[in-house]
């Protein structure tokens, strides 16, 4: 277990927030979990590769992090075409969907390039092109807060909606992760019908009878590397806000005064329609996109991430985050909400 006093969070963060911990606790195994949970007194912050958290002053307390390391178990059952893979909470996410689509296991494509590992992922139920964690979550493994007790937690019972779980709701800093386990195909069933991801098939010539998961992930690290800044160059959390979900009677009002509207249908369980309106369009409706604040900004490719030009802190960030959801809110009469962690 590694463990350090006064711990600066620089690189614990993607936003590159110069803020500090009074103690930093990285642990390597389950036992090392139990021990933490059983001991565990706040304030304290569970926290993953950092790359949906902003933090505005130093934490006076324990930062909880798993060990950072690759660590996946394969279990592949006879006759079976769903390959499951258990994944160390601290393994970077990204690397767990390169090693799967080098190794025929397909269904986290569209997920390619996100930041984080993938303890968070079963938190944030992240999601990209059509695809969310949810679809192929199995269970998650973790240590409950205060009792040491590990339990396996079925993805049926975590609540998972659009960037929502019960992690981030009633479960909030009860439970340590420890393992994910996703359960893939050997079948490759592409989801194509997202963003532009048919119009750069056609771009390279392919049909989509010639398509790969290789070539599949290439196409999305390119949609992402062409509209999103990398991390480890511009401090970000990615998409900083989520998009707003009206029902019919809102959409109505939304599209009456505004009949340019961008919107996505949302069919419900119980056969209503609602819809998606992208946070990203709306502010740069407000003319927003490209636009600083002191040293935050909006990303000028991609209206709905705030960057750090260099040398912000998070309270810069967040002022920027209101004076962007003031504007939305008075042009569309809609609130705007983080899905960034802000600390």
């Not at 049926?156 to 009633?170: H, I, L, P, T, V």
């Not at 511009?234 to 900083?240: I, L, Q, R, T």
């Not at 009949?259 to 409706?285: C, H, N, S």
Request: with cysteine; net charge negative.
């Amino acid at each position: 277990m590694l463990i350090d006093k006064n711990h600066s969070l620089l690189r614990d963060n993607t936003f590159h927030i110069d803020q500090k911990c009074d103690e930093y606790v990285a642990f390597a195994n389950v036992s090392e979990a139990i021990d933490l949970a059983m001991n565990l007194k706040e304030p304290y912050l569970l926290l993953g590769g950092g790359s949906n958290l902003l933090l505005t002053s130093d934490f006076h307390g324990k930062v909880v992090t798993p060990e950072k390391r690759f660590d996946i178990a394969v279990e592949l059952r006879q006759g079976c075409n769903e390959p499951y893979l258990r994944c160390w909470a601290g393994t970077t996410f990204d690397d767990v969907v390169d090693y799967a689509v080098r190794h025929g296991y397909y269904g986290l494509e569209n997920l390619s390039l996100i930041p984080g590992e993938c303890g968070a992922s079963a938190i944030q139920n992240i999601g990209a092109y059509g695809a969310e964690i949810k679809d192929v979550m199995l269970e998650v493994e973790a240590v409950e807060i205060g009792a040491g007790r590990v339990v396996r937690i079925k993805a049926d019972d975590c609540g998972y909606a659009y960037r929502q779980s019960k992690f981030k709701n009633e479960w909030k800093d009860k439970y340590i992760v420890v393992y994910v386990t996703y359960k893939l195909s050997r079948v490759f069933k592409p989801e194509l019908d997202y963003g532009n991801i048919r119009k750069q098939l056609a771009d390279r010539g392919m049909e989509e009878s010639q398509l790969t998961g290789e070539v599949l992930r290439g196409i999305i690290i390119d949609i992402r590397q062409s509209k999103l800044p990398d991390p480890s160059v511009k401090g970000n959390a990615g998409s900083f806000f989520m998009n707003p979900i009206v029902d019919g009677s809102e959409f109505d009002r939304l599209k009456k005064s505004h009949p340019d509207l961008r919107y996505f249908e949302v069919p419900q369980p119980d056969g209503e329609t609602k819809y998606k309106i992208p946070a990203g369009w709306m502010i740069e409706q407000c003319g927003w996109k490209g636009k600083s604040l002191g040293r935050a900004a909006v990303y000028d490719k991609q209206a709905l991430i705030l960057v750090n030009n260099g040398g912000a802190s998070g309270k810069d960030v967040v002022a920027l985050m209101k004076a962007v959801q003031k504007a939305v809110y008075d042009k569309f009469g809609l609130e705007i909400r983080p899905e960034v962690n802000i600390v």
